[in-house]
């Protein structure tokens, strides 16, 4: 196994009984608008994560308030 130079480092993850794996991406997705708050707390936590929100129903429902039906 060669020697590790100070200064290299993995920013990978250890498998139970296998190789290292490594992480490209890390996208913290809210589900519904009310995990949004944790979502970003999250991202904040992560460092290299991706926060991705979802709309409030409250703002799905002002885009379509004006259209119709019929």
Do not use: C, Q, W
């Not at 130079?5 to 996208?27: C, D, I, S």
């Amino acid at each position: 196994m060669p020697r590790r130079k100070p200064g290299n480092t993995f920013m990978g993850y250890r498998r139970p009984g296998g190789p290292p794996g490594a992480r490209n991406h890390l996208v913290v997705v809210s589900a519904m608008d009310n995990a949004n708050p944790l979502a970003r707390r999250i991202g904040k936590l992560v460092r290299e994560a991706v926060v991705v929100n979802t709309p409030s129903a409250a703002t799905s429902s002002a885009r379509t308030s004006g259209s119709t039906t019929g």
